[in-house]
Structure formats: C-alpha cells, structure tokens
C-alpha cells in the first residue's frame, strides 16, 4: 500500500506499537493542524498519525481545521486515509464496542470550512460525491477484518452532527428515519476535503455508546471510555491485519 495516514478520534491519540520516525510540523495556507504528523512504522509499513482533537485532546468537533489536518497530509505524499472515529449507535446492530465501515453519510454539520474551492479566483468546482468513502480501500478494511476474526459492520450511514453537545432523543429519531445508523461529529468535511485532494478515504467507526434515546438513562462518559477501551482494541487489530496484508 503507498503511503497511508490514520487520523485518531476520540480515544486515539496515539498509536501504539507505532515505531516512530518523526514528527513534522506543519503551517498550511488554512493555518495550524490539529497536531503535528507523526511519522513512523506500524507492522513494518511506513504510516503518517494525526490525533484530530490535539494530543492531549483540546479541539471540539466545530473547531477542528479540517482543511489544514487534510492539505498537511497530502503535503507529506499521503495518498490513503483511514479516519477512524467514535460515535454512537442508532439501528439495533450498532451496539457499543461494535465497529462500522461506513459506505455512506449524511452531513448535518454547519459553518464549518468545507472545501478548498471558495476561492472566488478559482473556477466552480462540484466533486462527485456520490459514494463518499473510498471502495477499494473499504474492502481492504472489511478483508482484514474477517481475516483477524473481528466482526464488524460493512456498511452503515453515518450521520454527522455539529457537536459538541451530544444530540436529543427527538434528533435522533429523524436520523434514523433519514437512514443513519450511526451519529458522530467529525465525518465531514473530513471525507469531502479528502476526495477535493483527491485522497482515498475510508472509516473505522467505533460505536462508544446508544445514541440519546435508545435505552433508558443519560449517556455517561464512564460508558463511553468503557466501551471504546473494548472497541479501540479491536481497532488496532483490525490496522494491523489490514497492514499485514
């Protein structure tokens, strides 16, 4: 596989088992990255890190510069992106600690910096974003997966949401009636800037918990850190079968 960048979310700022060569900072047209790239060897394949939150975590869905985490990575000569992110579960199937490869997303998100094309000395530019996430690089994830016995979801639509607070019962509801099964706030225009950059782009969602609403109660953090310690793990595994591959 040519050169490939894993951006962690929440719970993943770092990698482990990740040998590391260096650490690059970057200052971009679009300002300042997340944090800097870290660059180094994961399974013997050469592998770029970006902790999308910061590291330590600082960096609220709404205020991450996507467009400088993206530009930067492609600076570097990334040409494959896995994102791997933590969300919450909508359709029965999407139960905690359970892992999804999206094949679909709806964007809920606003005033957020979405394409590299507002420009207004730049000619129109309408990316075809019919199928969101990359095709080939998803089978690779959902062959490695079955390769290391992990069981996960092949397809889902992942639903992205402003954040930073969590959503309402009522929101939750029309999400699944528009389809999602999964919410989370950081899918776009993470996956949009890539293709823009013409990137490929895949993701590896960790389900932390039920969405608002689907069990009695509050959502807590110390269910959310539970169930991603669980679905973390796999995670890792999951990367390093794909690796291996």
């Not at 992942?158 to 029309?174: F, S």
Request: aromatic share 6%; with cysteine.
């Amino acid at each position: 596989m040519t050169k490939l960048a894993i951006i962690g979310g929440t719970g993943l700022t770092q990698l482990a088992d990740l040998k590391i060569i260096k650490s690059d900072s970057i200052d971009t047209p679009y300002g300042l990255p997340s944090a800097n790239f870290i660059t180094g060897e994961l399974n013997n394949t050469p592998v770029v890190f970006l902790a999308r939150h910061g590291n330590p975590h600082k960096l609220a869905p709404h205020k991450i510069n996507y467009r400088a985490n993206v530009w930067g990575l492609k600076q570097l000569g990334v040409e494959h992106i896995i994102a791997i992110a933590a969300v919450g579960g909508i359709t029965p199937q999407m139960m905690p600690a359970h892992i999804a490869i999206p094949d679909q997303i709806i964007d809920y998100s606003y005033d957020r910096k979405h394409t590299y094309f507002d420009d207004d000395k730049q000619p129109v530019t309408h990316i075809d974003f019919t199928y969101p996430y990359s095709q080939n690089l998803r089978s690779s994830l959902i062959k490695a997966a079955a390769n290391s016995a992990i069981n996960i979801s092949p397809i889902a639509t992942y639903g992205c949401t402003q954040g930073p607070r969590l959503e309402t019962a009522a929101e939750i509801k029309r999400m699944e009636r528009d389809g999602c099964d999964v919410v989370g706030m950081t899918g776009m225009p993470e996956a949009a800037l890539a293709r823009e950059l013409n990137i490929d782009y895949a993701a590896i969602a960790v389900i932390a918990n039920w969405a608002a609403g689907k069990v009695e109660g509050e959502i807590t953090m110390a269910e959310i850190e539970r169930n991603l310690h669980v679905g973390m793990s796999n995670t890792a595994e999951l990367l390093k079968a794909l690796l291996a591959s």
